[in-house]
T-cell receptor
């Protein structure tokens, strides 16, 4: 079956611009997660959705970052006034349920802020 | 305080068994041990999860001693395609946040 998909695969933007990153989770997965991965490091948790609501957004670095999941399926991570330090791979994952089980990751969106 | 400690890198050859040991001295009673694999330009992929003793699936085995302060991921007869970063994670059974460290880069050579 189809896995988690993310678009675009690559995004280059100028400092100060607004970007949106999209995640399509596996059908039927109620839990959705966003992570950020910098070069040479493991992914870092950003936000967790259970259904339509953000159950935990404690990993978002500041208020320039925001994510939505209006219909409980597709999610969009939005970054305002991008900075060069935002450059990273943004990973989305989904799971059938929450808890410390298997999360299915997408291929990520590589964001480069110039 | 880091939850897990694992080697930065390991080299191996095709057909050999690779064993990656992860230390988690402060593991809690409710914590599970999970391993993920990540290939370049891909997201991490779940390999195996265990609580105690030994767990085996079609990809790997996970050995956990009685004190649970360490665990060893065993990859039998590796091939070039097993070259990847392997992450050891420890977390509560109800915790949805995955905490990744830097992982172990395993390089398999012909």
């Amino acid at each position: 079956g189809a896995g988690v998909s993310q678009t675009p695969s690559n995004k280059v933007t100028e400092k100060g611009k607004y970007v949106e990153l999209r995640c399509d989770p596996i059908s039927g997965h109620t839990a959705l997660y966003w992570y950020r991965q910098s070069l040479g490091q493991g992914p870092e948790f950003l936000i967790y959705f259970q259904g339509t609501g953000a159950a935990d957004d404690s990993g978002l670095p500041n208020d320039r970052f925001f994510a939505v999941r209006p219909e409980g399926s597709v999610s969009t991570l939005k970054i305002q006034r991008t900075e060069r330090g935002d450059s990273a791979v943004y990973l989305c994952a989904s799971s059938l349920r929450d808890g410390y089980g298997e999360q299915y990751f997408g291929p990520g969106t590589r964001l480069t802020v110039t | 305080l880091a939850k897990t400690t694992q080697p930065i890198s390991m080299d191996s050859y095709e057909g050999q068994e690779v064993n990656i040991t992860c230390s988690h001295n402060n593991i809690a009673t409710n914590d599970y041990i999970t391993w993920y694999q990540q290939f370049p330009s891909q997201g991490p992929r779940f390999i195996i999860q265990g609580y105690k003793t030994k767990v085996t699936n079609e990809v790997a085995s996970l050995f956990i001693p009685a004190d649970r302060k360490s665990s060893t991921l065993s990859l039998p007869r590796v091939s070039l395609s097993d070259t990847a970063v392997y992450y050891c994670l420890v977390g509560d059974g109800n915790d949805y946040k995955l905490s990744f460290g830097a992982g172990t880069t395993v390089t398999v050579r012909a």
